[in-house]
């Protein structure tokens, strides 16, 4: 099975920038995305790419946050900017399975503090 790590996360003020990566074992042909989870919340879908590039996005990160796919290097990134408080969460790469539950990464931790 595919492993996927995360790295990238850390500690910022609100209005800076984080770049998160997510790195695959091998080729990845089903949608990729970035998933995150706060405190005492459910985890949500933030953001999302097939293959080809096409992208979506949750409401709230639209215009600050853009995903992207290197099918060659086998990873994902997901550029952060005007981070705000509630950007804080775990955020996990997620690769999409046909059968629903999808292969998840650790997690990686961004806090969005001053």
């Known amino acids: 099975q595919v492993r996927l790590v995360e790295s990238g996360g850390g500690l910022v003020q609100p209005g800076g920038s984080l770049r998160l990566s997510c790195a695959a074992s091998?080729?990845?042909?089903?949608?990729m995305g970035w998933y995150r989870q706060a405190p005492g919340k459910q985890r949500e879908l933030v953001a999302s790419?097939?293959?080809?590039?096409?992208?979506n996005y949750v409401d709230s990160v639209k215009g600050r946050f853009t995903i992207s796919r290197d099918n060659v290097k086998n990873t994902m990134d997901l550029q952060m900017n005007s981070l705000k408080p509630e950007d804080t969460a775990v955020y996990y790469c997620?690769?999409?399975?046909?059968?629903?539950?999808?292969?998840w990464g650790q997690g990686t931790q961004v806090t969005v503090s001053s």
């Open positions: 091998s080729r990845i042909d089903s949608v």
């Open positions: 997620n690769v999409r399975t046909i059968l629903g539950s999808g292969i």
């Open positions: 790419i097939t293959r080809y590039g096409g992208t």
